[in-house]
Nanobody, 125 residues
Framework: QVQLVESGGGSVQAGGSLRLSCAGS????????MGWFRQAPGKEREGVARIRSEGLTWYADSVKGRFTISQDNAKNTLYLQMNSLKPEDSAMYYCAAGPKSPWGGSCRTAPYNSWGQGTQVTVSS
């Protein structure tokens, strides 16, 4: 069983930056897809960014140009660099692991079955 632990959340003023990390441990293996999701109070969970093991990335329109997802396979760690933060980015952020490699489907529609506990991001205006 894999464990995912997020860190790096916090409170920041609008226009600021944060870098989230997600460390994987336990039964780690090469995931075909990993992603960052967020959920604000009263709203549905939404996908923020996804990355394939080969390095291909996908971003929600609301974060394109501001957020960057990356991974360090040697460290089993996923990152989310968040710049130019806005109050509407405030949410609990979760990392998730999708299917194991190989996976021929889209990371946008892949099932994400392993989740971290989340890290809170609060952006004040």
């Amino acid at each position: 069983q894999v464990q995912l632990v997020e860190s790096g959340g916090g409170s920041v003023q609008a226009g600021g930056s944060l870098r989230l990390s997600c460390a994987g441990s336990g039964d780690t293996y090469r995931w075909a897809c990993m992603g960052w999701f967020r959920q604000a109070p009263g709203k549905e969970r939404e996908g923020v960014a996804r990355i394939r093991s080969e390095g291909l990335t996908w971003y929600a329109d609301s974060v394109k140009g501001r957020f960057t997802i990356s991974q360090d396979n040697a460290k089993n760690t996923l990152y989310l660099q968040m710049n130019s933060l806005k109050p509407e980015d405030s949410a609990m952020y979760y990392c998730a692991a999708g299917p194991k490699s190989p996976w021929g489907g889209s990371c946008r529609t892949a099932p994400y079955n392993s989740w971290g506990q989340g890290t809170q991001v609060t952006v004040s205006s």
